[in-house]
């Protein structure tokens, strides 16, 4: 198959952006003496995980389903964080993980007990335990994105910390940046000094997690300058482990939404190409964040030039998004290119309406396109009761 031939919709992953993002991020975290593990949040596309292990990736988990999904395909240890963890999951986290991250004093209270079982028991497979803490420094621009918006449920404040790290924790962990910038993060990194310095010079901190947001593949980011804040940070806490847990950064620009409008409608004088895609359930953060994808085929608005809205294929009403120009008119048949839809995507897609799920291929690095998944009506079923 190739581009032009595979049948839509299709999830295209590309193994050369993928590369080159794994590329970049591995010589950040070598300059820079720091570990760089995948968000699965952002990317669970197990199917070509074999290109990760290449690179020696670990990954963070926040719930037992990605837990067993790192286990089995990428790593024998995860990092771990849920904003809350039960005596039925506790176990199991505790088993899987290498670090593992309470969102709450109150919750690493309740199972610090359980921690410290575990680690006798299983000296080989010692857990690292750490703490969230919010430092209130709020760079996201998206309030649905912003972990550190006023009565966050994320994370505790310096004031509950002012006594010194609590006994038995042996992390911190501070997730504040979305798709930010190496200036957002030494933004965050002040505050997070300002507030929490008195722990980080205690002696008791082994390692610090900066979390994700760190987008550093992107086109025009700073990587210098994130890893010169990442050396320094190093340099004023010596022996303290520094970890960043992006999920967008390894997935940014490597696969696209292939999609083909399949009829085209005009009413109060807007032209709606309707596509055998759903921006609802196929492209959600289109709509929840919003922002308006890039489409290949589509060009610059100029008069003269054929402009429509895209309507996605659900019954939902607010399923669409406009308005793209295009050179020539738009017809049933015409294969539209949606760019950037691999992060955050296939992770956050829905089967509402039944909806048949977009297939799911990569294209090697020869050019050759493999087809890793193709979803029917047992997808759907099985995912009812």
Not at 195 to 215: A, C, E, P, T, Y
Not at 218 to 234: I, K, N, P, T
Request: hydrophobic letters at 40%; aromatic letters at 10%.
């Amino acid at each position: 198959m190739t581009r032009n031939d595979i049948p839509t919709p299709v999830y295209l992953v590309r193994e050369s952006a993928l590369r080159r993002n794994l590329d970049l991020i591995s010589d950040v975290a070598r300059r820079a003496g720091v570990k760089i593990i995948m968000a699965f949040k952002a990317n669970a596309l197990w199917r070509t995980f074999d290109i990760f292990r290449e690179y020696g990736v670990a990954c963070t988990a926040s719930s037992l389903n990605e837990l067993e999904l790192g286990l089995e395909f990428l790593t024998d240890a995860v990092h771990s964080y849920t904003p809350a963890y039960t005596p039925a999951t506790i176990g199991r986290f505790l088993e899987g993980s290498s670090h593992i991250t309470f969102n709450s004093l109150r919750q690493w209270q309740q199972f610090r007990a359980d921690v410290a079982a575990h680690n006798a028991a299983h000296p080989a497979r010692r857990v690292s335990p750490g703490l969230r803490v919010n430092p209130r420094c709020s760079v996201v621009e998206t309030d649905l994105y912003n972990p550190a918006l006023p009565g966050s449920r994320f994370g505790e404040h310096a004031e509950a910390l002012a006594d010194g790290m609590p006994e038995g924790l042996e992390g911190l962990h501070f997730h504040a940046l979305c798709e930010g910038s190496a200036d957002d993060l030494g933004r965050v990194l002040e505050a997070f000094e300002n507030q929490f310095g008195h722990l980080l010079r205690s002696g008791k901190v082994r390692w610090v997690n900066m979390g994700g947001g760190h987008l550093m593949t992107r086109e025009g980011y700073d990587v210098e300058a994130l890893v010169g804040l990442l050396l320094g940070f190093r340099s004023r806490y010596p022996g303290i482990e520094v970890i960043l847990e992006p999920g967008s950064a390894f997935t940014w620009r490597t696969g696209d939404l292939l999609s083909s409008v399949v009829d085209v409608m005009e009413n109060d004088g807007v032209r709606t190409a309707i596509i055998d895609a759903s921006f609802a359930c196929h492209m959600p953060d289109t709509l929840e964040m919003p922002y308006k994808p890039a489409i290949t085929e589509a060009t610059e608005p100029a008069d003269g030039l054929p402009s429509y809205r895209l309507g996605g294929n659900s019954c939902l009403s607010g399923d669409y998004i406009g308005d793209w120009t295009f050179a020539q008119p738009l017809k049933a048949g015409d294969r539209l290119t949606l760019e950037d839809m691999n992060h955050y995507t296939t992770v956050k897609t829905t089967m509402f309406n039944g909806l048949q799920h977009p297939d799911i291929a990569i294209e090697r690095i020869d050019g050759s396109i493999e087809l890793l998944r193709r979803f029917t009506y047992a997808d759907y079923r099985s995912r009812m009761s």
